[in-house]
């Protein structure tokens, strides 16, 4: 059964670096998303991607966050400039249509 | 802005019992909600969803019910079995596009 897969699985980056987390949604979806999940916390929508732009983005999505579908099959989600709280587990989704989503297995990111 | 409550944060049921979380929505215009299971350190897995022009849904020991003039969804385990222990979220969508989860229950099934 094809599967979103996810890379890094963990991302360790210094407090102002810039991070890309990349994601491979499953081939023939249309519509993907990333969340994030702090630890031990709920899941958060952050932006929601079709057609080639942005759709929908939460507050939490600001300035320095970023998506692109660079190519026929990547999906990445760019933070420019990293701080402590945005240590978290960076889930990715897709789904053929508006309903059904598939999350990868995520990325933990650690901001030192 | 939107907002999906859940309720209880933790729940524990002796095996065999029932389980019951139940959820409520602010965003009258929502129309889909689904069901995840989420394992320690794993991805949330979709487990059951129901649309707004449904009242009920069951798969197997697994129950969804809504009532969409009260903005109440509930989610139902029934035999519970130790494997079920896990964090369950309940979402919402909110828009076309956009979805929100609850906070979690964390479902403990004794042995």
């Known amino acids: 059964e094809p599967e979103v897969t996810q890379t890094p699985s963990h991302q360790v980056t210094q407090m102002g670096q810039e991070v890309i987390l990349r994601c491979v949604p499953i081939?023939?979806?249309?519509?993907f998303y990333w969340y994030r999940q702090i630890l031990g916390q709920k899941v958060e929508f952050l932006v929601s991607f079709y057609n080639n732009e942005i759709s929908e983005k939460s507050e939490i999505f600001d300035d320095q966050f970023s998506v692109e579908r660079p190519d026929g099959s990547n999906f990445t989600l760019k933070i420019r400039s990293t701080k402590l709280e945005d240590s978290a587990m960076y889930f990715c989704?897709?789904?053929?249509?508006?309903?059904?989503?598939?999350f990868g297995p995520g990325t933990r990111l650690t901001v030192l | 802005g939107e907002n999906v409550e859940q309720h209880p944060s933790t729940l524990s049921v002796q095996e065999g019992d029932s389980a019951v979380i139940k959820c409520t929505y602010s965003?009258?215009?929502?129309?889909?909600f689904p069901w995840y299971k989420q394992e320690l350190g794993k991805r949330p897995q979709l487990i059951i969803d129901?649309?707004?022009?449904?009242g009920e849904k069951k798969d197997q020991r697994i129950a969804v019910t809504l009532n969409k003039t009260a903005k109440h969804f509930s989610l139902h385990i029934t035999e519970t079995q130790p494997e079920d222990s896990a964090v369950y979220f309940c979402a919402a969508r909110s828009g076309t596009y956009k979805y929100i989860f609850g906070t979690g229950t964390r479902l403990k099934v004794l042995a």
């Open positions: 081939s023939n979806h249309l519509y």
């Open positions: 989704a897709s789904l053929y249509g508006p309903e059904r989503q598939f």
């Open positions: 965003d009258s215009a929502s129309n889909y």
């Open positions: 129901i649309r707004s022009n449904v």
